[in-house]
């Protein structure tokens, strides 16, 4: 068994909890989605970023609502870099599994899709078929 990381963001529309709440839960859907043999019990531990413009709420709030009671989880301020995308949520999960790091499907929805495509997962199609597609 490895140490695997996942990596993912999303963005929200504005600084409220409940769409920081409801980003936050579809991205950790999409997540799993994207990642069928992920289950909470395997999950290491979970950090989670916000960009400074964030503040309704702890993202982390989100998967303790999905059930993930026992995975350690942690949320801090991203690094306020100019010209960063604003109002994105990242999480890094660390996951304890079989899979070799290129069978990972990191996943990026709406406009933090443009932070990493080299790496995002388009749900329904594997990473390469995704790359068959640029």
């Known amino acids: 068994m ?12 504005m600084n409220e909890e409940e769409a920081i709440l409801e980003a936050t839960g579809d991205l950790l859907k999409a997540i799993q989605q994207a990642n069928p043999s992920l289950a909470p019990d395997d999950l290491a531990s979970a950090l989670f970023t916000m960009t400074h413009d964030l503040t309704a709420v702890h993202p982390a709030k989100a998967a303790r609502q ?4 026992t995975v350690p989880l942690m ?3 991203e690094i306020p870099v100019e010209e960063s995308l604003p109002l994105c949520i990242r999480v890094l999960l660390t996951w304890n ?3 070799d790091q290129k069978e990972i499907n990191h996943v990026y929805l709406r406009q933090a899709a443009a932070l990493r495509p080299d790496l995002a997962f388009a749900l329904n199609t594997s990473r390469a078929d995704n790359q068959k597609m640029s």
């Open 75 to 77: 949320c801090a301020q």
């Open 97 to 99: 599994t079989t899979l």
């Open 2 to 13: 490895y140490a695997r990381g996942i990596r993912g963001a999303i963005t929200v529309e």
């Open 66 to 69: 999905m059930g993930w009671t």
